[in-house]
């Protein structure tokens, strides 16, 4: 082997005199598997290789190479999309090495987009429903009739005034603000999502301490990782942040998982502590405790960048209001929080409270943490372990480090839209009900109870990806809010694939799955900022060809669409 070709890949080298042999169909020398070893951007509009299924025949293929990004969890990882020249479909998928935040490490879900496109039983064309509500029963209609309906019933509600009965529910978002766009142009409170029962807790938590609703944690250059729930990193960027959790292993940094169950990652960590369901707060404060026992807080950090005096006031008014009152107070308001306390509480031994505490100290500026559902969602008062979490990464003085956790805001590059319309000026009740003036976001799972007890309704209804009636904790209320036409007058269902809760809609409309649409994307992935454009790759590469696409349906398989040349 000689590894002294470009960014280190592994060349083949042979003794024939043809060194002709010695090259694969593009002309590149034969590499081995590295990431390395992808084909070059400058090749992408035409690049051949040999047809593995044809082996041990030598068939060459001709593709166009196309990058898009994945849709298949919020992660927004790479992707390049082969499209055959001759037969101009996608025959496959590879991760994207040129990708910052998955830099070409996709997960399985990523190339098995292929199998979604080519699915024969996802939605292709637009459908009406022909019986009742939840029977299944449709037939195939035109985009032209969608869009007269559709929009003849919106302007109507409008122009009556009627704005809280319109409602966009998203279960899987596409890129950031663009409904949000839409609907307040149209001066409507109407935007409801599937957050508050996955990572509301857990939001509310990390916005009390600073505004920003959740972590970016530094894994790759970390210390210290605690990680808490079920995987690797239970967070929305599953496979970017665990690429840089194993080679912060690999460096040498520690790792401890809260978790019930001996995980994958569990069992490769230096510490499994399996708590009490519930109790992952206390076994926090009881770090924070032996943190401020041993006098490994980060004290320059907590005098400078915390509003200790505005505590002080608040809380200890005749204390003396100097900074190392405050911590002799801190130390007294966490006291309880013992080891022993804390191991009777959580079911776990005292010296693990110690070792992990004292570890976290010891990391100090670079403690990496996140949480997002699992203990956070799935416990009353889950929103204090995402809290209790935070005041680790401040004590020991991780916020924006290297190797620490930083605010999302830091990272994730939200591109300012042109036209923003103004914020709308009408309150839905449906949304936001007035009794939980603490919800993080719409109470979406209470939406059918709300409209049983009269508090409103809605004409027009649409479900993004969104399937209530399997995911949410009362299936069956949604199943009789979504038959009732006097609860909602009109469901569309906007989906790639057949769900429980398309059943019951009145238009089922096929949009776009990753190769097949336009978003803007950039998640906080890691200690940086990026952002992607996900499209619709045969329109792309019919581009490419010399072709013009007037829409993208037509280069989409049958008559899949985006939203975006919907709306």
Not at 278 to 305: H, N, P, T
Request: net charge negative; with cysteine; glycine share 8%.
């Amino acid at each position: 082997m000689d590894s002294s070709g470009p960014r280190g890949a592994d060349f083949v080298t042979s003794n024939s005199p043809d060194k002709s042999k010695d090259l694969a169909p593009s002309g590149e020398a034969w590499q081995q598997t590295p990431l390395e070893s992808f084909p070059p951007p400058e090749k992408w509009d035409d690049w051949t290789e040999y047809d593995p299924a044809a082996w041990p025949r030598k068939v060459e293929r001709r593709y166009r190479l196309v990058p898009t990004v994945c849709f298949n969890c919020e992660a927004a990882c790479g992707l390049v999309a082969y499209v055959d020249q001759e037969t101009g479909k996608v025959r496959k998928f590879e991760g994207n090495p040129h990708h910052p935040g998955s830099r070409g490490r996709n997960c399985a879900k990523g190339p098995a987009t292929l199998n979604q496109v080519q699915d024969e039983g996802r939605i292709l064309h637009p459908l009406k429903r022909t019986g009742p509500r939840g029977a299944g029963e449709f037939e195939q209609t035109t985009w032209d009739e969608v869009i007269e309906t559709l929009s003849k019933r919106i302007r109507k509600a409008l122009v009556e005034d009627r704005r809280t009965e319109l409602m966009y529910h998203v279960g899987r978002p596409g890129h950031d603000g663009y409904m949000d766009r839409v609907l307040q142009a149209w001066g409507v409170d109407g935007h409801n999502s599937h957050t508050n029962v996955c990572s509301a807790a857990a939001r509310l938590g990390y916005t009390l301490w600073s505004g920003s609703d959740r972590p970016s944690p530094d894994y790759a250059r970390a210390k210290f990782i605690l990680l808490i729930s079920s995987h690797l990193e239970a967070g929305h960027y599953f496979n970017p942040h665990a690429q840089r959790i194993m080679e912060a292993k690999a460096a040498g940094a520690k790792i401890a998982t809260l978790d019930i169950r001996l995980s994958n990652t569990a069992s490769m960590s230096d510490w499994w502590v399996a708590p009490h369901p519930g109790s992952e707060a206390a076994l926090l404060l009881g770090f924070a405790k032996v943190i401020l026992d041993e006098g490994l807080e980060d004290r320059s950090f907590l005098q400078e960048w915390t509003n200790w005096e505005a505590w002080l006031e608040a809380r200890h008014p005749r204390a003396n209001q100097d900074f190392e009152t405050f911590m002799d107070l801190l130390r007294k308001d966490y006291s309880e929080w013992t080891p022993d306390r804390v191991a009777k509480e959580c079911g776990i031994s005292a010296q693990n409270v110690i070792e992990i505490g004292r570890a976290i100290g010891e990391a100090k500026g670079a403690f990496a943490s996140h949480v997002w559902r699992s203990a956070a969602s799935g416990n009353r008062g889950g929103w204090q372990v995402s809290r209790c979490l935070k005041f680790l990464t401040v004590l020991t003085g991780s916020v924006g480090t290297p190797g620490g956790t930083a605010l999302h805001s830091d990272n994730k590059f939200v591109p300012a839209p042109f036209l923003k319309p103004p914020p709308q000026k009408v309150w839905n009740d449906l949304l936001f009900p007035h009794e939980w003036p603490l919800s993080h976001h719409e109470l979406s799972f209470v939406l059918p109870h709300l409209l049983e007890e009269g508090r409103g309704k809605i004409d027009t209804y649409f479900t993004r990806v969104f399937n209530p009636v399997w995911t949410f904790p009362d299936g069956f209320s949604w199943m009789e809010m979504l038959a009732d036409a006097e609860k909602v007058g009109l469901h569309i269902a906007l989906t790639p694939v057949w769900s429980e809760t398309a059943l019951f809609a009145d238009y089922v409309l096929p949009m776009g799955l990753a190769p097949e649409r336009h978003d803007l994307m950039s998640q906080e992935t890691h200690a940086g900022s990026w952002i992607a454009f996900r499209q619709p790759v045969l329109r792309r590469a019919s581009e490419m060809a010399g072709e013009s696409t007037e829409w993208t349906w037509e280069t989409n398989p049958g008559e899949v669409w985006e939203e975006d040349e919907f709306w």
